[in-house]
């Protein structure tokens, strides 16, 4: 599900944070597209924690109109693939977002971001927030 931030038209910058909970071994990918198409990656986790700490979007007004899309894979071939079936549920990620007119927000994983493969071995957790 897409999510919307205010980012407001100044200049303050707009910095954000992802925090992933799973028994799984996670990655995240951040990038930001503008106007025009333009896509670039703006930050990627460790790639074990899918946690990404305070990482700087850009400036309000040069971002206005853009999206953020956070992509976490979760890999859960740490645990019995007999418990894959249920793990996609049990996964929490927080997107916060500070700085602009929203001022801090935090969002949450949907499960219509989830994508399940490989029998559930792999869950690819898309979250697109429209920078307003």
Request: glycine share 10%; charged share 20%; aromatic share 6%.
């Amino acid at each position: 599900m897409k999510s919307t931030y205010q980012t407001g038209i100044d200049t303050n910058t707009i910095a954000l944070r992802v925090k992933t909970g799973t028994v799984g071994t996670a990655y995240t990918v951040v990038y930001l597209t503008l106007s025009g198409g333009q896509k670039t990656k703006i930050a990627e986790s460790a790639l074990q924690s899918g946690n990404i700490s305070d990482k700087t979007v850009g400036q309000a007004i040069h971002i206005k109109n853009g999206y953020l899309k956070i992509r976490t894979t979760v890999d859960f071939s740490n645990i019995d693939s007999s418990q894959w079936a249920n793990q996609a549920d049990k996964i929490v990620i927080k997107y916060n977002l500070d700085g602009g007119f929203s001022g801090n927000e935090s969002f949450d994983n949907d499960t219509d971001d989830a994508d399940i493969v490989d029998n559930g071995k792999t869950v690819v957790i898309t979250k697109i927030i429209q920078l307003l």
